[in-house]
């Protein structure tokens, strides 16, 4: 290299892919998450993430918004068959939700133990729909149940830019 501005491009962009690259490693364990709203109503985003945290989970991405109508039936899409489809989609438009990316060993496995139940009637005492849902609509937190859907439902919700690991 003889430090032309051609060799400190090139130098440049070879350090933009390494960090890119290794943000998609530091990212390849990663969930998506929901803190719905019964939990925001109540004021548990923190203790919510309390949970997640003292458990090890990273929350890479976060933001609080109102979901659309339009965005909350395209979100639980695979559910439009199931008695509870219209209900679930009210309530998650009732008020606004915390979307997050959540990164760790084995996340998706960690973040289900974390949150306990579908139903809070038969979640371990100690997770978060024990401590804090309300009924098996209103159960506090929406966890990816695979890396497949993780991907999909952070790609839903977040650009790259925004997935700071
Ligand atoms: P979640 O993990 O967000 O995925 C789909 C949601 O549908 C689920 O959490 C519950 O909140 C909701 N759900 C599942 N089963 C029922 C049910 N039988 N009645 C009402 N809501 C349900």
């Known amino acids: 290299m003889d430090g ?19 943000r998609t490693q530091c990212l390849s364990n ?25 458990a090890g989970l990273r929350i890479v991405a ?10 909350a039936k395209a979100f639980y899409a695979v559910h439009k068959e199931r008695p509870f489809y219209g209900e679930l989609v009210s309530f998650m438009i009732s008020g606004p939700v ?9 996340a998706v496995a960690k973040n289900r133990e974390i949150m306990g139940a579908t139903n809070p009637a038969n979640a371990e005492p100690g ?24 991907k999909n439902e952070i790609a839903f919700f977040f650009s790259e830019s925004e997935i700071v690991g």
């Open 30 to 54: 990663v969930l998506f998450s929901i803190i719905k709203p019964d939990a925001t109503r109540r004021n548990l985003t923190g203790a919510v993430n309390a949970k997640l945290e003292g």
């Open 98 to 106: 915390v979307v997050q990316v959540l990164e760790g060993q084995n």
């Open 4 to 22: 032309s501005r051609g060799d400190r491009y090139k130098a440049r962009d070879s350090s933009i892919q390494s960090r890119k690259r290794k």
């Open 127 to 150: 997770t978060i729909r024990k401590e804090f849902a309300e009924s098996i609509e209103a159960n506090s937190v929406h966890g990816s149940d695979s890396l497949e859907n993780a």
């Open 62 to 71: 976060q933001k609080r918004l109102q979901l659309t109508e339009a965005q």
